[in-house]
């Protein structure tokens, strides 16, 4: 199984809500990673959890709060959102982090969220 | 510090007839190089990667790459496009020397055309 899922497909919400997105592969990979994609534009890295340890914060506002709970599962959790969040979440993933920057990453199809 | 330049906003292209992106980069040390390409609405998908040995690299679905040091340069080719090879195509780098940041940085992408 070489595929990085993620649910839902498509999400919108309300300023006061409160959502997650999932992740989950199960390539045996211990490094996951959340980007958020703008329109036409690289992807931008958020999080990055090596061995379900966070290990990069990229000075992610708090209105976005990652959790791995395990080494499969990687979860994004939304709260009180503001409309320019609305972007394509992707999620990744890729062999050990340490001595591993030589890893390709395996994105999965991404969450499309759109924030009312 | 790494950065990835793509100059070409996009690239147009006849079916049969060979292509390029083009791709640049900036390392303290050496790079780790990779290309995604990335179809409407989806994730990234991994075509190819540098990490050392022959500086022509061999990707998936006909692709190939030329690591170039002293231009510093990994310009994506093929030698006969498809009307399905239209899609979005990220550079990305990894200094080999910046272990502490364990990130990739993407160029900003270049928009692949081919017309039939």
């Known amino acids: 199984d070489t595929e990085v899922t993620q649910t839902p497909k498509h999400l919108v919400m309300g300023m006061t809500n409160k959502k997650s997105l999932k992740c989950e592969q199960h390539?045996?990979?211990?490094?996951m990673y959340w980007y958020k994609q703008k329109a036409k534009k690289p992807p931008e890295l958020m999080f990055v959890?090596?061995?379900?340890?966070?290990?990069i914060n990229e000075s992610v506002p708090s209105r976005f709060s990652p959790e791995c709970p395990n080494s499969s599962l990687l979860n994004l959790h939304l709260h009180a959102l503001q409309p320019e969040d609305s972007a394509l979440y992707l999620c990744?993933?890729?062999?050990?982090?340490?001595?591993?920057?030589?890893?390709?990453?395996?994105f999965g199809p991404g969450t499309r969220l759109t924030v009312l | 510090a790494q950065s990835v330049a793509q100059p070409e906003d996009q690239v147009n292209v006849a079916e049969g007839n060979p292509l390029t992106v083009k791709c640049t980069y900036s390392?303290?040390?050496?790079?780790?190089l990779f290309w995604y390409v990335q179809y409407p609405n989806r994730g990234l998908q991994f075509l190819l990667k540098?990490?050392?040995?022959?500086?022509l690299v061999k990707g998936s679905y006909g692709f190939e790459a030329e690591f170039n040091k002293s231009q510093t340069s990994f310009h994506l080719k093929k030698p006969s496009a498809l009307v399905s090879d239209s899609a979005l195509y990220f550079c990305?780098?990894?200094?080999?020397?910046?272990?502490?940041?364990?990130?990739?940085?993407f160029g900003s992408g270049t928009r692949l055309q081919v017309q039939p």
């Open positions: 390539m045996g990979h211990r490094a």
């Open positions: 959890y090596s061995y379900e340890k966070l290990s």
């Open positions: 390392v303290s040390g050496n790079p780790y």
């Open positions: 990305a780098v990894r200094d080999r020397a910046d272990t502490g940041r364990r990130a990739l940085t």
């Open positions: 540098y990490i050392t040995g022959d500086n």
């Open positions: 990744a993933s890729s062999q050990e982090l340490a001595g591993g920057l030589g890893n390709e990453q395996f």
